[in-house]
């Protein structure tokens, strides 16, 4: 099983920056995939970036690809988001998940544990 704490989030103004992190613990920190998702309001959840832990490779949602970077830091069994050039349309709960699963997936459904998110809150 893995545990995953999210932390980081806020109130930023249009044009500022957050960095998320995710904790992990419970599980060899370098064996699965974490990724980052949103839910806003009234909205369904949506896919925004995930790692592979095992080898570093990163994918992004096409809404975060030069703004947002995932990254790693193995010592502390962390995965952080970095969010630049943040937008209103970015308010949203953040979620780290876990996925166990022996390929990439962007799909919500398919990752096996949920951290209890961080909300993140854009002003115009």
């Known amino acids: 099983q893995v545990q995953l704490v999210e932390s980081g989030g806020g109130l930023v103004q249009a044009g500022g920056s957050l960095r998320l992190s995710c904790t992990t613990s419970g599980h060899t920190f370098n064996t699965y995939t974490v990724g980052w998702f949103r839910q806003a309001p009234g909205k369904e959840r949506e896919f925004v970036s995930l790692?592979?832990?095992?080898?570093?490779?990163?994918y992004y949602a096409d809404s975060g690809k030069g703004r947002f970077t995932i990254s790693r830091d193995n010592a502390k069994n962390t995965v952080y988001l970095q969010m630049n050039s943040l937008k209103p349309e970015n308010t949203a709960i953040y979620y780290c998940?876990?996925?166990?699963?022996?390929?990439?997936?962007?799909?919500?459904?398919?990752?096996?544990?949920w951290g209890q998110g961080t909300q993140v809150t854009v002003s115009s």
């Open positions: 790692i592979e832990l095992s080898n570093g490779s990163t």
């Open positions: 998940a876990a996925s166990m699963k022996p390929y990439r997936t962007l799909v919500s459904s398919r990752y096996d544990y």
